[in-house]
């Protein structure tokens, strides 16, 4: 079935340091990709999405591009602030009519000041 | 706005108790779902509801179940917790055409 792999954490970095939270995917059809964030003690919230091949999602500075050649859709911020430490997932939904979405297993990623 | 409401925010119960999560939202969505979240695993599938009086199981739906009262509504039921059952349990819902999910709060439940 449907799957999505993304890099363990935790990632740890120093204020404005450059970010990139690797994600793939297996899927038999077309789907479309999202990042969520969590931040803690809250639910999850869309941070971006991408709809189809070569999309790029944005938000907040992060960037993550649907690579349909390579199944990646990476997240990316040349500038992280304390504010970002939060946990990151790569999700896919399968496009049927009920949405349902599949996740990663997590990136907590973690900004120093 | 409340968006998603879940309902209790934290739970303990003893190994063998019943109890019922409750799951609203205000969106007029018509998909809604329960996920489960466990450290190194992710959010796994429990149930979701497509529509008004549908359910479906998801990943992981052994020992759950669900109601879908109304079209706001959602419960997931826990017949007879078992300590493997200790998580966090998310609600969501979507519209069927839309792509964005939004979550409730959370529900900390721990089974001992």
């Known amino acids: 079935g449907d799957s999505v792999t993304q890099m363990e954490g935790p990632v740890t970095l120093s204020e404005e340091a450059f970010l990139t939270i690797n994600c793939t995917y297996t899927?038999?059809?077309?789907?479309?990709l999202f990042w969520y964030v969590q931040y803690p003690g809250e639910g999850l919230q869309l941070l971006l999405k991408?709809?189809?091949?070569?999309d790029k999602g944005s938000n907040k500075g992060f960037e993550a591009t649907y690579r349909k050649e390579t199944t990646s859709f990476h997240l990316e911020k040349g500038s992280v602030q304390v504010s970002d430490s939060a946990v990151y997932f790569c999700?896919?939904?399968?496009?049927?009519?009920?949405?349902?979405?599949?996740f990663g297993t997590g990136t907590l990623l973690a900004v120093q000041p | 706005n409340a968006g998603v409401t879940q309902t209790p925010k934290f739970q303990v119960l003893k190994t063998g108790q019943s109890m019922t999560l409750q799951c609203a939202q205000d969106?007029?969505?018509?998909?809604m779902y329960w996920y489960r979240q466990d450290p190194g695993m992710g959010l796994r599938l429990i149930y979701y509801?497509?529509?008004?009086?549908?359910?479906d199981k998801g990943e992981v739906p052994n020992g759950y179940n669900v109601s879908r009262l109304n079209k706001r509504e959602f419960s997931l039921r826990l017949e007879s917790a078992a300590p493997s059952q200790t998580s966090v349990y998310f609600c969501?819902?979507?519209?069927?055409?839309?792509?964005?999910?939004?979550f409730g709060q959370g529900t900390r439940l721990t089974v001992v």
């Open positions: 969106m007029n969505h018509n998909s």
């Open positions: 969501a819902s979507s519209d069927t055409n839309g792509y964005e999910a939004f």
């Open positions: 899927a038999t059809g077309y789907p479309s």
């Open positions: 509801s497509a529509s008004e009086g549908t359910t």
């Open positions: 991408a709809t189809k091949a070569d």
């Open positions: 999700a896919l939904s399968e496009g049927s009519a009920t949405n349902k979405l599949i």
